[in-house]
């Protein structure tokens, strides 16, 4: 079974992105071998995808995508946000070579990112304020089964979610993700030995364009159905860059995970632990802010499968931080400095050979807001509901 989250970090390195960790004679002719992006175990990518023979330099090149449309209704919308939207979930097309010394990634398109907690963005405008039509692109060179190396627009080590939202459990996004960057530029090194894989990246965090952090992950085999990941990175020095995609805050932060994943037959079971801390450096001062804050996160996330059409996942978090709106700390959560959130989500899906359609409820609760800095227009109601429904094909 594939992993349901990002993390473990090495793992997706070794079943997916690893290059050569499949000897060509060992798969069959008539089935693709294990395709970027990685997908979660209530979603399956469509096991015979288009591909083109290269010659013998590249073999052969697979081409894979989604097409899907998202419809979401909220209750206390932020300012700015409407009740409901119709939208594109994701019009996305991977273009790769196979598996071997020398490979090629691009994965363009338009994507979306329902996030708990945040301002819902529709994919046209979002697009333009993160990454672009072409948010993943990167060359691999791997001399052997144990080693190699990426550069270019790679997806981050940090974290137990994915970018898109066909490779998660749920459409959205949750609470501890939105402190995480999710792609950076840079390059990568990793390494696997036995059941232990490594990896270490020097970025540009959340794709500043200063190639100022560094993220590493280690992950160790416990046996086939448990891995634990242990992820950490943070910027090796300040940075007053504040953006929609690169914000200030979280582009000064280090961030820690610890990571467990278990298979139990039809159950995959994710509890994750998460830190962060936004020092008060330089540029932080320099923006206004005169304290330093962090905060503190856990969240479980578990699917079940009761047939191969039909799955189920539920996701359930909690994250608190530190500081005060007086004292001048930033806001890292919802509801202001020294808020907390809690959050439930549940999410049916259906899938029949590359048709897939989902549902979606989930709960944000908030504590200890400052006036001002929670949902709705006014900024002062603590709680917002979302429906979301999802549905497209895999091909």
Not at 137 to 156: C, E, H
Not at 182 to 207: K, M
Not at 272 to 284: A, I
């Amino acid at each position: 079974m594939t992993a349901n989250c990002r993390a473990p970090a090495l793992r997706i390195l070794a079943a997916v992105l690893f290059i050569g960790s499949a000897p060509a004679d060992t798969l069959a002719e008539d089935r693709a071998p294990e395709l970027f992006p990685e997908m979660g175990p209530t979603l399956e990518a469509n096991p015979d995808p288009v591909s083109i023979d290269l010659g013998a330099s590249l073999g052969r090149l697979y081409v894979t995508g989604v097409v899907s449309g998202l419809g979401l209704w909220q209750s206390n919308p932020f300012a700015g946000n409407d009740h409901t939207y119709a939208d594109i979930g994701n019009a996305m097309v991977t273009a790769q070579t196979e598996p071997g010394v020398v490979q090629f990634v691009a994965q363009a398109g338009l994507y979306s990112m329902p996030t708990l907690g945040e301002p819902y963005t529709r994919s046209t405008k979002l697009n333009s304020r993160l990454y672009g039509p072409l948010p993943i692109a990167y060359a691999k060179f791997a001399p052997d089964d144990g080693f190699s190396v990426q550069i270019g627009r790679l997806p981050t080590l940090l974290g137990a979610e994915w970018d898109w939202t066909y490779q998660n459990v749920n459409i959205e996004r949750g609470l501890l993700w939105n402190q995480e960057n999710s792609i950076n530029q840079g390059i990568q090194v990793n390494y696997a030995a036995g059941p232990v894989e490594l990896s270490l990246s020097l970025n540009d965090g959340f794709f500043s364009g200063k190639f100022h952090w560094l993220t590493g992950a280690a992950t160790y085999a416990i046996d086939d159905d448990n891995w634990l990941t242990l992820s950490a990175g943070g910027a090796l020095r300040s940075s007053g860059i504040d953006t929609f995609r690169t914000p200030l805050a979280q582009n000064n932060s280090v961030i820690v995970n610890l990571i467990y994943e278990a298979y139990r037959g039809p159950w995959s079971i994710t509890p994750y632990l998460q830190y962060t801390h936004v020092p008060n450096n330089h540029s932080m001062r320099s923006a206004g802010f005169t304290d330093e804050a962090s905060t503190y996160g856990a969240a479980l996330i578990v699917a079940y499968a009761f047939d191969e059409n039909w799955k189920l996942a539920a996701r359930g978090e909690y994250i608190a931080s530190s500081g005060s709106d007086a004292k001048g700390a930033p806001e890292l959560v919802t509801g202001g400095p020294g808020a907390d959130n809690w959050s439930f989500t549940l999410t049916p899906t259906y899938q029949y050979k590359t048709f897939f359609a989902r549902a979606e409820f989930s709960y944000v609760g908030l504590g200890n807001v400052t006036p001002d800095f929670g949902f709705g227009k006014s900024g002062n109601d603590k709680s917002q509901v979302r429906v979301l429904f999802e549905t497209g094909f895999i091909f």
